[in-house]
Structure formats: structure tokens, C-alpha cells
């Protein structure tokens, strides 16, 4: 049996969970809508594209954005009707992602976009510990100017305030823990994991919209990442 062909979606803070004022989640029934159910809600519904539109987003058919609609719809109309509990999954499997937390991020002309390298060349996966970062900014597609900056000494939570400072939109970088991944997400910055390599092969995936955050996330409580 073929696998299930992988569709794009941006993943969540997290889980969701919403019910009726006064109703007990043990008691009832918990109607559970898929990420990439969600994703076709927020494309469709939330943001105004098409179906043709959406289906190019997730890079699947418009069949399958049709029959997503179609169940996540009728999953929210029984969640109302029927009072009972709605959760929207976090579930990756099966699903490329576009960044961690683009719920949060406005889309913008212009963006700064952060790399973590020691050697000008390569993604440095170890961010909280990196030599430098380059900074791209881009205008739709085009480079329009590179700065490298050198971090302050490391200390748990500084890199997010500082790379918030120097306007950054996005940072790509190999892993980082779920506490710099929320500090990030606090200070407006979207978070794409998982990147290695040649940093300007990364900046054009990115750019092309094929750089999917693997969602390497450790479970350390500070700036430390994995090591992929």
C-alpha cells in the first residue's frame, strides 16, 4: 500500500480544545478536526483563497482541499449543534510544515530573515551558541541587503530579545528548545527547524516556500538545541 502523500500546513502553538460554557469533558463527546483540516479552514475561510489557491499551498489536489473543507465544516457545525467538544490536533504526521508558529506572523512585503552560522557559509545548528547570524533582508523574493551581527554572551532567553531588536521576521536554524521556540513566538518571529547545509541553498527553499521546519525541538528548558 502506497503511503499517504505528506500536504503543507502550518502548525499550531499547540492543541486547541473549546466547549460549551458549563459542560464537563469527561461527560461529552470530543470531535477532533486534523491540522490539515484546520489548515484548509484558515486558507479558505480565514485568509479568502480559493480552492484552486489552497490546493497550490498544500501542494495537494483540489479534491482533497474539497473533501478537508467538507469534513472539518461539518465536524465545527456538529461540535455547535450537538454541544459538544471541539479540539483542533497539533498531530504532524503526514504533514510538511511551514514554519512553527506562521498563526502568528503577518505576512510582510519585506522580511528579515536570520540564519545562526560560524563560518559565513553553513547553518549552525548549536543557535545559542553560535559565532554570528546573518541577516537577509528580502522583498518578496530579492535580497536587498546582508548584515552580520555578533549575539551577546549566552544567557537563556537573551537571543530572542535581541534578534527582536535587530528586527527580525523569521530565524531558520538546525533546532532549538520549546521555551526559546515560545520566546520567539512572543517576540513576533516565526521559527523554521531542521535546517542544515549551505545557508543560501536554505534562504532559497525558504524563499520558494519548499523549506519545511522538521520540527526538531528538544525538550530543554533554555536556548539549547538538538543535535540532527
Do not use: W
Amino acid at each position: 500500500m502506497s503511503s499517504r502523500k505528506k500536504r503543507y500546513a502550518r502548525r499550531l502553538d499547540n492543541s486547541k480544545t473549546f466547549m460549551p460554557v458549563g459542560i464537563n469533558k469527561n461527560d461529552n463527546e470530543v470531535v477532533s478536526v486534523n491540522l490539515d483540516e484546520f489548515e484548509a479552514l484558515r486558507l479558505c475561510d480565514y485568509e479568502g483563497l480559493s480552492q484552486i489557491e489552497a490546493a497550490e499551498d498544500m501542494q495537494v489536489s483540489r479534491a482533497t482541499v474539497q473533501r478537508l473543507l467538507l469534513s472539518a465544516r461539518k465536524k465545527v457545525v456538529d461540535v455547535i449543534l450537538n454541544n459538544k467538544i471541539l479540539e483542533i490536533k497539533n498531530d504532524i504526521a503526514n504533514i510538511k510544515l511551514k514554519g512553527e508558529s506562521k498563526m502568528n506572523i503577518e505576512e510582510k512585503v519585506i522580511k528579515n530573515i536570520a540564519f545562526p552560522t560560524s563560518d559565513k557559509v553553513t547553518v549552525d545548528g548549536h543557535f545559542g551558541h553560535t559565532r554570528e547570524f546573518v541577516i537577509y533582508t528580502v522583498k518578496v523574493t530579492d535580497i536587498t541587503n546582508v548584515v552580520y551581527v555578533t549575539p551577546p554572551p549566552h544567557k537563556p532567553g537573551i537571543l530572542p530579545q535581541f534578534l527582536a531588536e535587530q528586527g527580525v521576521d523569521v530565524i531558520i536554524t538546525g533546532g532549538m528548545g520549546q521555551m526559546a521556540v515560545d520566546l520567539f513566538q512572543r517576540s513576533g518571529i516565526d521559527v523554521v527547524l531542521g535546517a542544515s547545509g549551505r545557508i543560501d541553498v536554505n534562504l532559497n527553499e525558504y524563499l520558494g516556500g519548499f523549506l519545511t521546519s522538521q520540527g526538531s525541538i528538544c525538550q530543554h528548558d533554555d536556548n539549547h538545541v538538538c543535535d540532527n
